[in-house]
């Protein structure tokens, strides 16, 4: 919280969300999610919240394509948007 007050940006990478420490999700103020299969992820994935539900966000993240990606406002209440890279 402390980091989020001062505008420190940390970017994370990760190929298992289910792995990172829960602080880190409830320290961020925003996530860019890919699309992922593994059921015990999209479930970490869909607790973000935000306006839409756990089982709308992780149907959401499951329907993305290839080349998308679901940007996410964790810290707020705003919309989350789908982004496609090829366009």
């Not at 919280?1 to 940006?9: D, E, F, I, K, V």
């Not at 320290?27 to 919240?49: C, N, P, Q, Y």
């Not at 839409?52 to 394509?65: C, F, H, K, P, T």
């Amino acid at each position: 919280a402390m980091g989020r007050s001062s505008g420190l940006t940390i970017t994370t990478l990760t190929q298992r969300p289910s792995h990172l420490p829960l602080i880190i999700y409830s320290s961020a103020s925003h996530a860019f999610i890919g699309r992922t299969r593994e059921s015990v992820d999209v479930k970490r994935l869909g607790e973000l919240g935000g306006r839409e539900s756990a089982r709308e966000l992780s149907a959401r993240i499951n329907s993305l394509g290839r080349h998308e990606f679901l940007w996410l406002p964790v810290a707020t209440d705003g919309d989350p948007e789908t982004v496609n890279l090829k366009e």
